[in-house]
């Protein structure tokens, strides 16, 4: 799927305008912002019908968005959208004077779980200027007050974020970058040391990070959650260097990496576990011990009382112990074959992983192939009983 989006943002009267051109389009219902209005649609260049279903059920994600559904189907839809939004709405969507920070798709929202990724271009006009950051490679702006921006890989949604008082810091030697207003300015130079360190570390261990990326930073002037959506990462701004922040950061800096299963499978674990794995050793490394030990206590804790969930291969998208088996017990497992072979070793296998993902992505057997290859069956049987096996054990509680 393609999305060509030319979008006008007005912060000052929390107006947005925008229009998608969208082709491969999926033929599902889509969802809508409910404060945005449908000006025009198009299908292959002919008028067509969007019908709302406002009095439907909201999306799962938030009460104020509702489905839709273009007809006729055809291979490329125009839709023109128009609205007024502010303020915060679930903890993060805000269009106004002080910032601006939305996933600009039709739906309003960054969460989109169940539709396929999609690469975009992005034409966008900022009313009244300032620093923006998109989700996206920046080409050269087109004319003042506007900027060109191209999807760097595919994604769910176009994040953007401005702020009339951001002001850039830079890493002296790599491609990191924060915005943060003047108060968060000693936290962003925190941020862009923490993930140039995490960035050289990793390449050590495995490789280079492939192609130009750009890690962009920002410290959004509000409460709420953070979340990324690469190569950008959004944290609030009151609670930018804490250690758990800084976890959540290193964890998505890892995934400049680790992003080598389909993502809404079941070897999902291999982008999360690993990413998660990543994190946790960065972190012995560059956040304070006692952090460290706390959280590994309180992973370990929660595994412990969770006994019956299912095996980590089993475990769904919309599984509740998703979260223990993408990301805690995979981590733990791969943690415990580094104690047992050692970094160096292990980083070989991890490194054999990511060149494997280079053509196609990277899947349970294939992974457990390689390991057994490098490692020998004993181990491979270790990362396969930890994945197979219900309510499994992380090694490290036997010790
Ligand atoms: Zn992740």
Redesign the pocket.
């Known amino acids: 799927m393609f999305v060509d989006v030319e979008a006008v943002l007005d912060p000052p009267r929390q107006e947005v305008r925008a229009r998608f051109r969208i082709s491969e389009y999926p033929p599902e219902r889509w969802w809508l912002h409910d404060n945005l209005e449908i000006v025009g649609c198009r299908v292959d260049g002919q008028p067509a019908e969007a019908r709302r279903f406002l009095g439907g059920p909201g999306a799962p994600f938030s009460p104020r968005v509702h489905q839709i559904e273009v007809t006729p189907a055809g291979a490329v839809l125009e839709l023109d959208v128009a609205g007024v939004i502010g303020g915060v709405e679930a903890e993060v969507n805000c269009l106004g004077p002080e910032l601006t920070e939305l996933a600009l798709y039709v739906g309003w929202h960054p969460v989109f779980v169940s539709y396929p990724s999609f690469e975009f271009t992005l034409d966008l006009q900022l009313l009244g200027g300032g620093p923006v950051a998109v989700n996206a490679v920046r080409l050269e702006d087109p004319s003042p007050g506007r900027s060109r921006w191209r999807s760097a890989s595919g994604g769910i949604d176009i994040a953007v974020v401005a702020s009339p008082g951001f002001v850039e810091t830079r890493h002296d030697r790599l491609p990191v970058r924060a915005l943060a207003n003047a108060d968060h300015g000693p936290a962003a130079i925190d941020l862009v040391r923490v993930v140039g360190s995490a960035m050289e570390a990793c390449a050590a261990w495995w490789r280079p990070v492939r192609g130009a990326d750009v890690v962009m930073l920002a410290l959004s002037p509000r409460e709420g959650w953070p979340y990324?959506r690469l190569p950008l990462i959004l944290l609030p701004g009151g609670t930018g260097t804490t250690s758990e922040a800084l976890h959540i950061v290193l964890?998505?800096t890892a995934?400049l990496w680790?992003r080598v299963a389909r993502p809404l499978s079941a070897d999902d674990w291999l982008?999360?576990g690993l990413?998660?794995y990543a994190a946790n050793r960065l972190a012995r490394d560059l956040l304070p011990g006692e952090f460290t030990r706390v959280r590994t206590a309180a992973t370990l804790a929660e595994l412990a009382a969770h006994p019956d969930d299912e095996p980590v291969i089993e475990s769904g998208q919309e599984s509740p112990a998703r979260h223990r088996n993408r990301?805690l017990r995979p981590a733990l497992a791969i943690e415990a074959i580094e104690r047992q072979v050692g970094a160096a070793a292990l980083d070989r296998v991890l490194a054999a992983w990511l060149d494997s993902a280079s053509d196609t992505p990277l899947s349970t057997p294939a992974a457990l192939a390689i390991l057994d290859q490098q490692l020998g069956p004993t181990i491979a049987t270790c990362l396969s009983d930890a994945l197979t096996t219900p309510g499994w054990q992380p090694p490290s509680t036997a010790e």
């Open positions: 990324s964890h998505e995934h680790w982008n999360e990413a998660e990301y």
